[in-house]
């Protein structure tokens, strides 16, 4: 008997596991009740350089699938496909379900968000249009850091780009 569930799993158990052993667990939080772990990835303010963001992986895929995706393995678990009807199985995973619904509006979220910035920060930093990112990134198939200095090599730093690194120079010197 095939399970409901399985048809949403998409990654190995073995590798759900080692993504997720890769996050800080969290207490229960009643007014985030859904969430069981939190990535201990901190981004970094929109007035740092854009390299240096990069580099923090502010632009990277958040971990919100990961969650998900160890929901469901904890949901099938729960399961005994030889015994339980169908509406055992949904009774039995209820709130595990209502939990993916809420991981998946927040990665849907997080996601969006994530984009948007990665968006505005490149055309400010490199003073582009939305048509020339748009279609560079068409092209681009590595990851987001070789996209960078891509584009860093390709194009000139905006003016006000130039002056976040001057900055950063300039308080990072040893004073003496």
């Known amino acids: 008997m095939n399970c409901y569930l399985d048809d949403f799993i998409k990654y190995s158990e073995e590798e759900i596991q080692n993504k997720i052993s890769k996050l800080k667990p969290i207490k229960y939080n009643k007014f985030r009740w859904w969430r069981l772990f ?6 970094l303010s929109k007035r740092e350089p854009l390299e240096n ?26 399961l005994n496909l030889n015994k339980d009807t169908l509406s055992e199985q949904v009774e ?5 379900l209502a939990r993916y619904r809420k991981l998946m509006q927040d990665q849907e979220r997080e996601e969006s968000k994530r984009l948007n910035e990665f968006m505005e920060a490149f055309k400010e930093t490199f003073n582009i249009s ?19 200095y891509y584009m860093s090599h390709n194009y000139n730093l905006s003016s006000k780009e130039n002056r976040k690194l001057n900055k950063k120079f300039l308080n990072g010197k040893n004073k003496s």
């Open 38 to 43: 939190e990535d201990e990835h901190e981004p």
């Open 53 to 78: 963001r990069v580099l923090n992986n502010d632009f990277e895929f958040p971990t919100f699938i990961w969650q998900t995706q160890y929901v469901l393995i904890q949901a099938r678990k729960k």
């Open 92 to 96: 039995k995973t209820s709130l595990d």
């Open 130 to 148: 939305q048509e020339t990112l748009d279609e560079k990134l068409n092209l681009w198939f590595g990851d987001i850091k070789g996209f960078y």
